[in-house]
C-alpha cells in the first residue's frame, strides 16, 4: 500500500512524542558539501596557538583535509620536526551564521587525549562589535592528556548563568560567562570519561546535540550505542533526551537573545598557545610536563605524537523551530582557498 507523504510524516511525528516535530531540518553538512560550505581560516590563531592554519589547496595536498569512508576528515602534520611557523593544522568555519536552533553533529573520531593538543568543536559571533559581544559556545573542548568534556560559554558583561537541570556529575566552574574579560567564562566540567578523547574514540564517537533558545542553551552527548531513534530518524525532540550534559539557563541573570548571536561553526585543532601550553597547566600536568620543559618543544620535535589527532565527522545537522529562523545567509569574511 502507497501512503502520502503527508501521512507518513504525520505518522513519524506522533511517533517520537508530538503531533508534529518541534524541529524541521535546515542545513545538512556532510561530506558531500561540507567543504563547499565551510571556509579555510588562514590568519594568525586568535588563542596563540603554536599552530600554522593553511589553506584548502594546502590542506588537500597534504592529506590534511578531506573525505574518508564517507566522511569528513580533518587532520593535522604528524611528520614535521620543528615547524618553523607552528604545527600545521586547519581551521573550518561555516559560510552560514545562526541565531537559535538545534545542532547534531555525529563524530566517529576526534582528536586523541594528546600533551599538546587543544581540539575544539564550538560556536561564534565575530561581526561587530567583536568577540565576545556576540557569545560563543563551546561545545566540545578540551586540552592535553584531558579524559571528560568541558561545555563552555564566553559573552561580554552581564550575563550570569545557572546550570540547574544538567545531568548528575556535571559541575559549575562558574557562573559569570565574562569571567576573566571572557577568557574564562562560564564552564561546565563533565566526568564522563566517553564524551572526549581517547575514551570517546574507545566507542567509535557518538552524537552531540545543542539546543539553543531564548530560554537555555543545553549540551546532550550520545554514544555511538545509544543514539535516540528520534535523532537517527531525523526528527529529533530534545525534550524526550532527558537532562543535557550541561544546561545553561538564561532568565533573569542573562538575556540569552542579547548575548548570543550571528554564530559561525567552527572546527580546528590547535597546539599549546593560551591554555594547553600555559606554563601553569603544563608544569601542573605530570604526564606531560615530562615529556619536555614546555608544550612548544613537544609539539615541535614530537610529530608522531600527533597520529591520532585528527576530526572524522559524519555529519552536521541544523533544525530550526517552527517560529524560529535560524539560519542567516551573509558574505563570508573569512579567506576561502
Same mark, same amino acid.
Given at each position: 500500500m502507497r501512503y502520502s507523504a503527508s501521512i507518513v510524516a504525520g505518522a513519524t /511525528?506522533?511517533?517520537?512524542?508530538?503531533?508534529? *516535530?518541534?524541529?524541521?531540518? #535546515?542545513?545538512?553538512?556532510?561530506?558531500?558539501?561540507?567543504?563547499?560550505?565551510?571556509?579555510?581560516?588562514?590568519?594568525?590563531?586568535?588563542?596563540?596557538?603554536? %599552530?600554522?592554519?593553511v589553506d584548502g589547496p594546502t590542506?588537500?595536498?597534504?592529506?590534511?583535509?578531506?573525505?574518508?569512508?564517507?566522511?569528513?576528515?580533518?587532520?593535522?602534520?604528524?611528520?614535521?620536526?620543528?615547524?618553523?611557523?607552528?604545527?600545521?593544522?586547519?581551521?573550518?568555519?561555516?559560510?552560514? #551564521?545562526?541565531?537559535?536552533?538545534?545542532?547534531?553533529?555525529? %563524530? /566517529?573520531?576526534m582528536?586523541?587525549?594528546?600533551?599538546? =593538543?587543544?581540539? *575544539?568543536?564550538?560556536?561564534?559571533?565575530d561581526g561587530s562589535p567583536g568577540w565576545p559581544y556576540q557569545g560563543e559556545i563551546d561545545i566540545i573542548e578540551g586540552v592535553n592528556n584531558q579524559v571528560s568534556n568541558i561545555n563552555t560559554l564566553h559573552t561580554g558583561p552581564g550575563c550570569s548563568i545557572a546550570n540547574n537541570g544538567s545531568t548528575n556529575g556535571t559541575h559549575l566552574e562558574g557562573g559569570d560567562c565574562n569571567a576573566g574579560n571572557a577568557n574564562i567564562g562560564c564552564g561546565q566540567q563533565t566526568y564522563n570519561n566517553?564524551?572526549?578523547?581517547?575514551?570517546?574514540?574507545?566507542?567509535?564517537?557518538?552524537?552531540?546535540?545543542? @539546543?539553543?533558545?531564548?530560554?537555555?542553551? =543545553? &549540551?546532550?552527548?550520545?554514544?555511538? /550505542?545509544?543514539?535516540p531513534q528520534d535523532i537517527l530518524a531525523g526528527v529529533p525532540n530534545p525534550a524526550s533526551w532527558g537532562p543535557p550534559q550541561a544546561r545553561f539557563n538564561g532568565g533573569q541573570g542573562c538575556n540569552i537573545d542579547e548575548h548570543f548571536y550571528g554564530h559561525k561553526i567552527i572546527f580546528n585543532t590547535t597546539f599549546c598557545g593560551d591554555w594547553?601550553?600555559?606554563?601553569?597547566?603544563?608544569?601542573?600536568n605530570p604526564e606531560c610536563s615530562a615529556k619536555a620543559a614546555t608544550c612548544i618543544d613537544h609539539v615541535s620535535n614530537n610529530p608522531g605524537a600527533f597520529e591520532d589527532a585528527f576530526w572524522k565527522v559524519n555529519y552536521l545537522k541544523v533544525f530550526s523551530a517552527p517560529a524560529n529562523q535560524?539560519?542567516? @545567509?551573509? &558574505?563570508?569574511? /573569512?579567506?576561502? =582557498?
Open positions: /511525528a506522533l511517533l517520537f512524542g508530538g503531533a508534529r *516535530a518541534q524541529y524541521s531540518l #535546515t542545513n545538512t553538512y556532510d561530506a558531500s558539501n561540507f567543504f563547499d560550505s565551510f571556509n579555510f581560516f588562514t590568519g594568525s590563531d586568535p588563542t596563540h596557538g603554536f %599552530v600554522e592554519y590542506a588537500s595536498a597534504e592529506n590534511l583535509a578531506g573525505t574518508v569512508d564517507g566522511a569528513i576528515f580533518m587532520g593535522v602534520d604528524k611528520t614535521t620536526v620543528n615547524p618553523p611557523n607552528g604545527r600545521r593544522s586547519v581551521r573550518l568555519e561555516s559560510r552560514d #551564521t545562526f541565531t537559535k536552533g538545534l545542532f547534531i553533529v555525529d %563524530v /566517529a573520531h582528536p586523541a587525549s594528546e600533551c599538546g =593538543a587543544w581540539p *575544539a568543536f564550538w560556536m561564534f559571533g566517553q564524551n572526549y578523547g581517547d575514551g570517546f574514540n574507545d566507542i567509535q564517537g557518538g552524537v552531540y546535540a545543542t @539546543e539553543w533558545t531564548s530560554d537555555h542553551i =543545553a &549540551v546532550w552527548f550520545f554514544p555511538r /550505542a545509544a543514539i594547553a601550553g600555559s606554563p601553569e597547566v603544563w608544569s601542573s535560524t539560519k542567516r @545567509e551573509v &558574505v563570508p569574511t /573569512a579567506f576561502r =582557498a
